[in-house]
């Protein structure tokens, strides 16, 4: 992946492409809460000859911190800036957790550059049937980026799947992650406030694939249930890991997803 930094409309944002097959359309991921490009190689590596595009969102990693608040808007109009300087029109979009709603956002916003829809572990935003509130409370912080100690210990509660039988992934998890500010992820935290997809996910006509671990702490797979009868032309695979399938089930998490868009390929 070749990583460099992009002035996107007075916004400095790290942005990582991985070169491929340049038949096919680029997939550009929208990452979860905190995450920085590096934590989803393990997916993209799994994605054989996928072209694709994924940018620290302000305030993550290696991309600074806007001053003010900023709404899903923001960052679907910022990936769109991206795509223009990039030369690219149409790309197949993948939101993971949090990223799950700037991808529905973009798929909404600019409906016409969105070709496929891939929403893992994700659901409509704020009116979604939430996860036990043990597990929000240690989300509501971003210490678990911070203390690989804490990380360890509660990986399995937090994520499920994979780490309740090996929380020692977590460290490995872990060293991928580069922390910028405590600010950043509480602006992500905010973006999330309030905005729902629901009065406007039967509008999206995209082929939409939908993803969700069956053990996942965070987001309960009914949200998926849900985004899957309300979205139009959508599907649903299950596959038994918890929240980060992309990161622990990769290879799996690839072969479903890479199906789905060669199914769609132009």
Same mark, same amino acid.
């Given at each position: 992946?070749?990583?460099?930094?992009?002035?996107?409309?007075?916004? +400095?944002?790290?942005?990582?492409?991985?070169?491929?097959?340049? /038949?096919?359309?680029?997939?550009?991921?929208?990452?979860?809460?905190?995450?920085?490009?590096?934590?989803?190689?393990?997916?993209?590596?799994?994605?054989? =000859?996928?072209?694709?595009?994924?940018?620290?969102?302000?305030?993550?990693?290696? *991309?600074?911190?806007?001053?003010?608040? @900023?709404?899903?808007?923001?960052? +679907?109009?910022?990936?769109?800036?991206?795509?223009?300087?990039?030369?690219? !029109?149409?790309?197949?979009?993948?939101?993971?957790?949090? =990223?799950?709603?700037? /991808?529905?956002?973009?798929?909404? !916003?600019? $409906? !016409?550059?969105?070709?496929? #829809?891939?929403?893992?572990?994700?659901?409509?935003?704020?009116?979604?049937?939430? =996860?036990?509130?043990?597990? #929000? #409370? &240690?989300? /509501?912080?971003?210490? $678990? @980026? &911070?203390?690989?100690? @804490?990380? !360890?210990?509660?990986?399995?509660?937090?994520? =499920?799947? /994979?780490?309740? *039988?090996?929380?020692?992934?977590?460290? &490995? @998890?872990?060293?991928?992650?580069?922390? +910028?500010?405590?600010?950043?992820?509480? #602006?992500?935290?905010?973006?999330?406030?309030?905005? *729902?997809?629901?009065?406007?996910?039967?509008?999206?006509?995209?082929?939409?694939?939908?993803?969700?671990?069956?053990?996942?702490?965070?987001?309960?797979?009914?949200?998926? $249930?849900?985004? +899957?009868?309300?979205?139009?032309?959508?599907?649903?695979?299950?596959?038994?890991?918890?929240?980060?399938?992309?990161?622990?089930?990769?290879?799996?998490?690839?072969?479903?997803?890479? &199906?789905?868009?060669?199914?769609?390929?132009?």
């Amino acid at each position: 992946m070749q990583i460099s930094l992009h002035d996107v409309g007075g916004q +400095a944002l790290r942005v990582g492409i991985r070169r491929g097959d340049e /038949a096919r359309l680029p997939l550009l991921l929208f990452n979860g809460i905190g995450a920085n490009i590096e934590l989803v190689e393990p997916f993209l590596d799994a994605l054989d =000859g996928q072209p694709a595009i994924v940018f620290d969102v302000p305030g993550v990693g290696g *991309s600074p911190s806007r001053r003010l608040p @900023y709404r899903p808007s923001t960052i +679907a109009r910022l990936a769109a800036q991206l795509l223009d300087q990039l030369g690219r !029109q149409q790309v197949d979009v993948l939101g993971l957790s949090w =990223g799950g709603a700037l /991808a529905q956002q973009f798929a909404f !916003q600019h $409906r !016409q550059r969105c070709r496929r #829809l891939i929403l893992a572990a994700t659901s409509p935003g704020h009116l979604m049937v939430p =996860g036990r509130p043990s597990v #929000l #409370l &240690k989300m /509501a912080t971003p210490r $678990r @980026y &911070k203390d690989a100690d @804490y990380m !360890q210990r509660i990986a399995g509660d937090v994520y =499920g799947g /994979a780490f309740r *039988s090996a929380p020692e992934l977590a460290r &490995k @998890y872990l060293r991928h992650v580069r922390w +910028a500010s405590d600010y950043g992820y509480y #602006l992500q935290l905010f973006a999330g406030f309030g905005w *729902s997809s629901l009065p406007w996910l039967r509008t999206l006509s995209q082929p939409t694939l939908i993803v969700a671990g069956t053990d996942d702490p965070i987001v309960p797979v009914i949200n998926a $249930r849900i985004l +899957a009868r309300l979205i139009p032309n959508a599907r649903l695979v299950t596959i038994d890991d918890g929240h980060l399938f992309l990161v622990t089930s990769a290879q799996d998490s690839a072969e479903i997803i890479s &199906k789905f868009l060669s199914n769609g390929a132009n």
